[in-house]
C-alpha cells in the first residue's frame, strides 16, 4: 500500500469567534479563534474608538447568547449598542434610487465599488448580529445575563490579582467564553510600567493557550498607546492580533484628505493558531492579498448606526475635497508706517528687475474689491447664437 | 542544517526577524528536518525552550509535516521546556541589597538534565524561540545574555546545534531603537539568519526575503553567504516556506 488515509486530524480548524463587526470579522480571517487575544490599540487621547469595538465584541456575546467575562464594572455593560429592526439600513448611505442611470453597455454588468464588506447572508443569523449604535442594550438584557450566569464580572484589580480572578473564572467554564478587558493600563489598574503591560498580555495568551475554550479582546488605555521604541511592534509578539486605530482627531490635515472616514487602520499582528499562515491572508476580502497582488490600506467609517472598518481611497480630486490650483497670495509688511487699511485689503510689493535701491521697491495697496477678479461669466446673445460673450 | 541553506552542525545560529515577516517557519523547519532526517549510527534529537509559543502550535505545524510529537516525546526525541512557567522576572521594586542569583539558572539545570551526558552521540539540536519576549517582559539584559552564553557553552560540550531567535524592532521614527541584547547576540553566533520584509510592504505572492551573514564564531567552510543584496525571498505555505530567487516566484513575473 503507497498510501494510507489519516484518521486523526491534529489540525482540525479553530473555532471562531464573531467580533460583532463583519469587517472586523473579515480582516481578522472570519472572527477571532478561540485561545487566541486580541488587542486594539486607538492611541488617539480624545476618542474611544478602541471601546467602540470593545462594546460591540461584548454585545456580539450576549446577542449570541454566549458567556461573556468583563473585566470592570457593570456599568460599563449598559453602554453597549443593541439590535434594532432597521439596524442594517444605515441612515447615512443613500438608499438606491428608483431612477435608473443610463451607463454604457459594457460597464452595466460590471459590480458597484464598494469599499467594505457587507454581512454575509449565507452565515447563520448568530454568527454576527447587526447592531445599532443609536440604541442601548436593554437593562433586562443585562440583568437575564448576569441572573443566567453568562455574564460574569471581574473586578479591575492589580494585573496578578485580575490573572488569578481569569484563571478561576477559566476554570469553571466549558462552554466558550469571551473575556473583555476595557481600557487595560488605565489609572484603576494601579501604576502599570511597559513591562507590567507586556507581562499581564503575555500571561493572558498562556492562559488562553491552556484553556483553549476562551478567546480574549483587550484595549489598551489611550495614554499607554502611543507608539514609542517599537511600542506597538512588541504589543504584536506579546498578543495574538493586534490592531492599530489611529483617529484623524489628532490630524487635522488627514481629516482633511480622508474626509470619509474616521482614521487609519494598521495591522500589527494577525492570530494564526494553528499555522505559519495567518487565515486573514487568504480569506480576508478588505485587505486583499489573497489575489497575489499587494495589501490594501485600511482605514475605519464611524457613522451614526454603526462602526466599519473600509478601504482606503483618495477621492476623485485627488484628495482633497475641494481644488486648490490658486496660489495664496504673499503678503509681505512694507517698510514705511502704513496708513490704516481695512482689513480687506492686500499689500502687494513690486520690485523693478535690475534695480538695487530699496527706493525702487514701491509698496502697492490694494483694495481686496479691486483686485478681486470678478467671476468667468458666459453670456448668450439671442440674436448671435454662434458668438458667446465672456 | 535545513536547505537551501545547508549550515553545518555544532555552530549557534542566531534567527532575527521582524512584525511583518516571523521567522517561526525557520524553526519549525529546523525541528521538522532534523527529527526527521534519517542517519543510520546517530540519534536526533530536539529541545525546545519556549516563551512564547505554546506546544500546541508546535505540535499542529509538525503534523502537518506527518511529524508526530508526542510519539517523538514519548521516545525521548522531542523534549517541550516552557520558560516562564520556571521562571518569572525579577521584581525590581524589592530589595536590591539581596545577592542577585542568577534568574534563569532554572532553565539552564533542566536543559542540562534534558541534554544528558555528552557522551551519548545524540546529534541534538537545541532551539530557544524568543529572547526578546524575556527582554521585553522584565529580565534584565545581562542575566539573558549569561544565560545564552551558558547555554551556548552547554550546546558546544555535547556538540549540539543551538538556535537562538530574537526580534528586531524597526523605529517608526528617524531616532534608532538601541538593543543591547542583539549586539551581544551577534558577537556571540557563528552565522546571523535574518528574516526580513519586503521594503514595498506586505505581498501575496512573496512573504519577506532571508539574508544570511557570517558571525564572528565562523569557521571556515563552504557555507554559500547571502547578503541582503542578493538575499532569497519566500512565500509561506501552511506546511512551511517555499524559497525562490529574486524576481522569480509564481505571480511575480
Known sequence: MSFKRRTDRPTAPATLVS??????????????????????????????????????????????????CIVGPADWVHGCMWLSADAAMDSDVQPPSEEKVKIAWRYEQMKQFQTTVATSATTSADACRTFDLSVRIPSAVVAGALADSRLSLVPVDTPERVLVSLTNTLASHTAPLRICIPAFGSPYWGDLK????????????????????????TNLAAELSPDSAGWHQ????????????????SDPALAAAFPALHGLVHINALPAPRGLVPA?????????????????????????????????HLNVEGGVA?????????????????????ASDAVVRIQ??????????????????????????????????????? | ????????????LLVTDQLSSPADFVLHRALIDHLKATKSNTKTKVIVLSVSEDLARWKAIAAKSNLHLDQQSASGAFTFIDVLERVCPPNTDADSSIAPRPILLPILDAMASALGPPDTGHDTLVIMDDLAALDWLGFPVLDVTRFCRALHAMCRKANATLLLRQHVLTPSAADPILDDLFRALRQMCTY??????????????????????????????????????SALQYKLTDGGAVFFERGMGAGVL
Request: one cysteine or more; charged letters at 20%.
Open chain 1, 194 to 217: 511597559p513591562q507590567d503591560v507586556l507581562y499581564f498580555l503575555h500571561r493572558l495568551r498562556a492562559l488562553l493557550r491552556r484553556h483553549p475554550h476562551a478567546c480574549a479582546s
Open chain 2, 192 to 229: 546571523h539568519l535574518e528574516v526580513l520584509p519586503l521594503t514595498s510592504g506586505r505581498s501575496g505572492a512573496v512573504s519577506g526575503q532571508v539574508a544570511l551573514h557570517a558571525g564572528p564564531g565562523m569557521l571556515r567552510s563552504g557555507v554559500k553567504l547571502l547578503p541582503r543584496s
Open chain 1, 352 to 390: 523693478v528687475e535690475g534695480s538695487t535701491t530699496e527706493a525702487a521697491a514701491a509698496t502697492v495697496v490694494m483694495s481686496a474689491k479691486q483686485g478681486k477678479k470678478g467671476g468667468k461669466k458666459v453670456g448668450f446673445q439671442s440674436d448671435r447664437p454662434e458668438v458667446y460673450d465672456f
Open chain 1, 322 to 342: 475641494e481644488r486648490r490650483t490658486s496660489a495664496p497670495a504673499t503678503i509681505v509688511q512694507p517698510a514705511t508706517a502704513p496708513a490704516p487699511r481695512r
Open chain 1, 19 to 68: 467580533t460583532g463587526l463583519p469587517s472586523l470579522d473579515d480582516i481578522l480571517g472570519g472572527g477571532l479563534p478561540l485561545s487566541c487575544s486580541l488587542v486594539l490599540i486607538a492611541p488617539d487621547l480624545h476618542t474611544e474608538y478602541g471601546e467602540l469595538v470593545q462594546r460591540y465584541f461584548v454585545a456580539q456575546g450576549l446577542a449570541s447568547q454566549q458567556h461573556v
Open chain 1, 234 to 249: 512588541k504589543l504584536g509578539w506579546i498578543s495574538d492580533g493586534a490592531i492599530t486605530m489611529t483617529a484623524f482627531t
Open chain 2, 1 to 12: 542544517m535545513f536547505s537551501p541553506f545547508d549550515l553545518p552542525p555544532g555552530i549557534l
Open chain 1, 280 to 312: 486573514s491572508d487568504r480569506f480576508s476580502t478588505l485587505r486583499g492579498a489573497a489575489m497575489g497582488g499587494g495589501e490594501n490600506n485600511l482605514g475605519f467609517k464611524c457613522t451614526r448606526k454603526r462602526l466599519m472598518f473600509e478601504t482606503l
